[in-house]
């Protein structure tokens, strides 16, 4: 064991690029994995109403993909309802900020050149820097930076698009034949540990299971309110791109606390070009609401569903995006809940154990 860990620190560079190879070569599956377990919610209830209202007892082919279909059109009318409203107000603001580009590269003109008069040293540096670099070399610098950036690019949005298609045919896959995958792993688990150990197993997979299914209905919920709570507010105050802002910040709210701040820049942008006013005040409110939100909306609502208390679900987020980031922020709470559950039966076991009831 020590010859080994021996080899493994000596060679830890030359692992982690395999790992990180592994990693890149099996994320398709893994964003699968994923999406598969979110629809699944989704799946699992059309399939359920389907089934009572064709009084079908147990799996049945014809409803499962029935309720798949179901719910990738549901997923596909969402994208595409945001992409009707976002695409075209998109185009407008570019196309106003291309009017715009002439005046503002004046005015950027007009600033450097009283900037330069005022302190004539820059001037200097400048005229130096050019002389120690030919404007060809920069120029071909800058122009090796942009088509190396354009074919990166691409690059990385052909690899995105066959890694998404990727994920949705492996969930719909995993979606079809659940059930035999739940019988193989339980195979597996009777094969390879003792019957004691496979109840824990298992105990802990369906603790995980309603978990993390309270979590994802709690934080969609929480994002709905938030939205609704935003877009009556905008259209009291009569914010132009009321429902448009709305939505997104119900779907960025989906990541928790921190997600919405995308949706209110992209807000205050679409804002700002009818009124910079208008987009400084929209950003207060923002940062009001959000305050509201985070203390006691989200604590309330996803804490709830998890089984944490508003404190504990602070606690959990905060250092969840502390460690890992959005990554942390979105298993934090779920992973906390896991624990508080395993932690507490625990604690009874051994209470009882040792006779004791109740403790003040």
């Given at each position: 064991f020590t010859a080994f860990s021996f080899l493994v620190v000596n060679n830890i560079s030359v692992i982690l690029g395999i790992l990180k190879k592994l990693f890149l070569v099996i994320k398709p599956f893994v964003l699968g994995g994923v999406l598969a377990f979110i629809l699944n919610i989704v799946v699992t209830k059309i399939e359920n109403f389907l089934n009572k209202k064709l009084k079908i007892t147990g799996p049945d082919t014809s409803v499962r993909i029935t309720a798949i279909i179901l719910s990738l059109l549901g997923l596909v009318t969402i994208i595409g309802f945001v992409a009707f409203l976002l695409i075209p107000e998109l185009i407008r603001n570019i196309?106003?900020?291309?009017?715009?580009?002439?005046?503002?590269?004046?005015?950027?003109?007009?600033?450097?050149?009283?900037?330069?008069?005022?302190?004539?040293?820059?001037?200097?540096?400048?005229?130096?820097?050019?002389?120690?670099?030919s404007i060809s070399s920069i120029l071909s610098t800058l122009l090796n930076y942009i088509i190396n950036?354009?074919?990166?690019?691409?690059?990385?949005?052909?690899?995105?698009?066959?890694?998404?298609?990727?994920?949705?045919?492996?969930?719909?896959?995993?979606?079809?034949?659940?059930?035999?995958?739940?019988?193989?792993?339980?195979?597996?688990?009777?094969?390879?540990?003792?019957?004691?150990?496979?109840?824990?197993?298992?105990?802990?997979?369906?603790l995980t299971n309603k978990t993390f299914t309270s979590f994802i209905s709690g934080q969609c919920l929480e994002a709905i309110i938030l939205g609704t709570i935003f877009f009556i507010v905008l259209m009291i105050f009569?914010?132009?791109?009321?429902?448009?802002?709305?939505?997104?910040?119900?779907?960025?709210?989906?990541?928790?606390?921190?997600?919405?701040?995308?949706?209110?820049?992209?807000?205050?942008?679409?804002?700002?070009?009818?009124s910079p006013i208008q987009a400084v005040i929209f950003v207060g409110i923002f940062l009001i609401i959000q305050q509201i939100e985070e203390n006691f909306i989200y604590p309330k609502v996803v804490g709830a569903s998890v089984g944490l208390s508003p404190m504990w679900t602070l606690f959990a987020i905060?250092?969840?995006?502390?460690?890992?980031?959005?990554?942390?922020?979105?298993?934090?709470?779920?992973?906390?809940?896991i624990g508080y559950v395993l932690l507490k039966e625990n604690t009874d076991k051994r209470l009882k154990r040792k006779k004791i009831k109740e403790i003040i």
């Amino acid at each position: 064991f020590t010859a080994f860990s021996f080899l493994v620190v000596n060679n830890i560079s030359v692992i982690l690029g395999i790992l990180k190879k592994l990693f890149l070569v099996i994320k398709p599956f893994v964003l699968g994995g994923v999406l598969a377990f979110i629809l699944n919610i989704v799946v699992t209830k059309i399939e359920n109403f389907l089934n009572k209202k064709l009084k079908i007892t147990g799996p049945d082919t014809s409803v499962r993909i029935t309720a798949i279909i179901l719910s990738l059109l549901g997923l596909v009318t969402i994208i595409g309802f945001v992409a009707f409203l976002l695409i075209p107000e998109l185009i407008r603001n570019i196309e106003l900020l291309l009017e715009n580009i002439p005046g503002l590269i004046q005015k950027a003109q007009d600033f450097v050149l009283d900037l330069l008069a005022r302190y004539p040293e820059i001037q200097v540096e400048i005229a130096e820097m050019f002389n120690q670099a030919s404007i060809s070399s920069i120029l071909s610098t800058l122009l090796n930076y942009i088509i190396n950036g354009s074919i990166g690019f691409i690059s990385s949005l052909v690899s995105g698009v066959v890694s998404f298609v990727t994920a949705i045919i492996f969930a719909i896959y995993v979606l079809s034949q659940k059930e035999s995958l739940k019988s193989g792993a339980k195979k597996i688990l009777y094969a390879y540990f003792k019957e004691d150990k496979i109840e824990k197993i298992l105990n802990f997979g369906r603790l995980t299971n309603k978990t993390f299914t309270s979590f994802i209905s709690g934080q969609c919920l929480e994002a709905i309110i938030l939205g609704t709570i935003f877009f009556i507010v905008l259209m009291i105050f009569r914010f132009p791109y009321a429902l448009l802002i709305s939505v997104l910040i119900t779907i960025t709210a989906l990541v928790p606390i921190f997600g919405a701040f995308l949706a209110c820049a992209v807000g205050a942008i679409l804002i700002a070009v009818n009124s910079p006013i208008q987009a400084v005040i929209f950003v207060g409110i923002f940062l009001i609401i959000q305050q509201i939100e985070e203390n006691f909306i989200y604590p309330k609502v996803v804490g709830a569903s998890v089984g944490l208390s508003p404190m504990w679900t602070l606690f959990a987020i905060s250092v969840g995006g502390s460690l890992y980031g959005i990554l942390g922020m979105l298993i934090g709470l779920p992973i906390a809940s896991i624990g508080y559950v395993l932690l507490k039966e625990n604690t009874d076991k051994r209470l009882k154990r040792k006779k004791i009831k109740e403790i003040i």
